[in-house]
């Protein structure tokens, strides 16, 4: 059954520097039901004298096609399914891209072996993790801010007023646009322009100087007046998201049907009226309210985090630049699929930043490295303080996302077992537990405290920074002496 994780049988085997080979072994009764199964999909497509189109028995199938191919297509449907299934039994927790060794399709009857070698997060050794001082800042709304937040509000109430002069940067017109693209030349020189899809526009709303148009096009309708057509000539940019388009010259045929003029509502009790308040002050005294409470959030979330890097610091872990590597190239091909759901692609990118891929796994190592860190810390936590998600506590943290998808918290942890995430779910819950532990018993101090206490450095200090130096590596312990002037 999809979902359900296969008991296969797997032998781990250290191979040092954090690196481990994992042999796995998939029973015979597997192998047989996915080749039924690829048979029987394989199956759908088969004519055969004497069947109808897709009730072709599976047998006859692997008859006609033949046993190893169609073996070789179920094992190459399955193996990223087997190979989640002997990750999660095995405990390990991979870093990196994984060498995958695949052996012979096996004869009938017979179980098919593969391995895995991969990097794993190495075990770290905890120092203090509970009752540290930790900075907390106090939250803080300032009046610059309720002024923003007011003259966003005045934005959302302006008012478009026709105005009778012409367009200058800040106003908005309205419209009609043709364009035309450069094509060959002719005979005597000149360019021949070429409409293209798109290119026409009828009653558009333009401000100009938001930057929102190709370079070029509002810039061109600054002093024009209603009932003036212009044309204005540009490029699109290189990086335009529409490559037929990029770099290529452009001649936009405008005409300006109205100029507008945005109108500001003055800042009053009238305003704070029309915007659901008594007055100004109650108006002033709500975003102050509003701005403190998402501060609080915040400096939650930053409390919370620094505790953790609290513990992080005291715990003695050792980390191999290969495993650095890996999880900085794991950041870095997230990030590319995160843009590639914006429309933008690994080139592009990479053109916008002007920086090549190598530099920019350079510059992810030390965030890599603490990623690493601060996961081996929380690992380690979760084993000393025997964290074990109860379903009541997974139905509760699932409960949010139920809420908004509209269903119930326990058809929601049915689903995650049928897909086999009901492990990650709660290895992600006990992660935040471990968290919360750490949080929750932290002492806050003021940032000023913290900031003292960073600078100050003693010969304990020294001694304690190198012998955890030295447990993590004794060729890397100091052998100097401290001396206050050092």
Do not use: C
């Not at 026709?162 to 693209?181: I, K, M, N, Q």
């Not at 709500?286 to 400096?299: C, F, G």
């Amino acid at each position: 059954m999809a979902g359900v994780p296969v008991a296969l049988k797997t032998t781990l085997t250290e191979l040092g520097d954090s690196r481990v080979r994992l042999q796995v072994e998939v029973p015979p009764g597997e192998i047989q039901g996915r080749l039924e199964r690829k048979a029987q999909q394989l199956g759908r497509e088969l004519k055969l004298p004497g069947f109808r189109r897709g009730k072709v028995p599976a047998p006859l199938v692997i008859q006609r096609i033949g046993r190893e191919v169609v073996l070789e297509e179920a094992v190459r449907d399955t193996l990223s399914s087997w190979y989640s299934d002997a990750i999660e039994s095995s405990g390990i927790v991979p870093v990196g891209d994984p060498q995958l060794d695949l052996g012979d399709l096996p004869e009938q009857g017979q179980p098919l072996e593969f391995s895995i070698e991969i990097g794993v997060l190495p075990t770290a050794k905890l120092g203090e993790y509970l009752g540290l001082e930790v900075a907390r800042r106090e939250p803080t709304v300032a009046e610059e801010q309720i002024g923003q937040e007011i003259e966003g509000m005045r934005e959302r109430l302006a008012r478009l007023e026709t105005a009778e002069r012409p367009a200058a940067a800040g106003d908005f017109v309205v419209v009609d646009y043709v364009g035309s693209l450069a094509g060959d030349s002719e005979a005597d020189g000149e360019l021949v322009w070429e409409p293209f899809d798109g290119g026409e526009g009828r009653d558009q709303l333009v401000e100009l100087g938001s930057g929102n148009l190709i370079p070029g096009f509002e810039e061109g309708l600054l002093g024009a007046s209603a009932g003036e057509t212009r044309t204005v000539a540009l490029t699109f940019p290189a990086e335009y998201g529409n490559q037929e388009l990029a770099g290529r010259e452009a001649s936009f045929e405008i005409t300006v049907k109205e100029v507008k003029l945005k109108e500001l509502p003055d800042v009053d009790d009238d305003f704070a009226v029309d915007a659901g308040f008594d007055d100004l002050e109650e108006l002033r005294e709500d975003i102050r309210t509003r701005l403190a409470e998402q501060d609080e959030q915040q400096i939650e979330g930053e409390f919370r985090q620094a505790a953790l890097d609290a513990a992080v610091a005291n715990a003695t872990l050792a980390l191999t630049p290969e495993l650095i590597t890996a999880r900085a190239r794991e950041m870095w091909e997230r990030m590319l699929h995160s843009l590639s759901h914006r429309g933008i692609s690994r080139e592009a990118y990479l053109q916008i930043v002007g920086r090549d891929e190598a530099e920019i796994l350079a510059e992810m190592q030390p965030e890599a490295e603490q990623a690493l860190r601060r996961e081996a810390v929380i690992t380690a936590v979760v084993a000393a303080e025997g964290i074990e998600p109860s379903e009541d506590e997974l139905l509760a943290a699932l409960a949010p996302t139920a809420e908004r998808e509209g269903v119930e918290a326990q058809k929601l942890l049915a689903e995650l077992g049928k897909a086999g995430r009901l492990e990650e779910a709660r290895e992600d819950l006990a992660a935040r537990q471990a968290i919360d532990a750490i949080a929750a018993a932290a002492k806050p101090i003021a940032p000023e405290q913290a900031q003292a206490r960073e600078k100050l450095w003693t010969p304990e200090k020294a001694q304690q920074a190198s012998a955890a130096l030295a447990e993590a590596d004794p060729a890397e312990a100091p052998t100097q002496l401290w001396t206050p002037d050092r």
